[in-house]
């Protein structure tokens, strides 16, 4: 016997919420397997050769308004 539609039927924003998760899961999974990767890692960052947030005044306290905003406060 089928279950009735009512015990199955789903709200639209949790369908949505799946979605995003099982998309994060996979890019984390393509990630994960990334074979360039390690090469990535291993390569030397030369404090000469790298930004400091000197080189970009107040975008340090602009991405952490944007992480709390974007994640209502639970970063």
Request: proline share 8%.
């Amino acid at each position: 016997m089928a279950a009735p539609i009512e015990r199955l039927d789903v709200p639209l924003p949790v369908v949505e919420e799946q979605v995003r998760t099982a998309a994060g899961c996979q890019a984390e999974q393509q990630h994960l397997l990334d074979p360039a990767d390690p090469l990535f890692a291993r390569l030397a960052c030369k404090s000469d050769c790298c930004s400091t947030d000197a080189d970009y005044p107040g975008f340090a306290a602009w991405l952490a308004d944007r992480i709390a905003k974007n994640t209502g406060g639970q970063a």
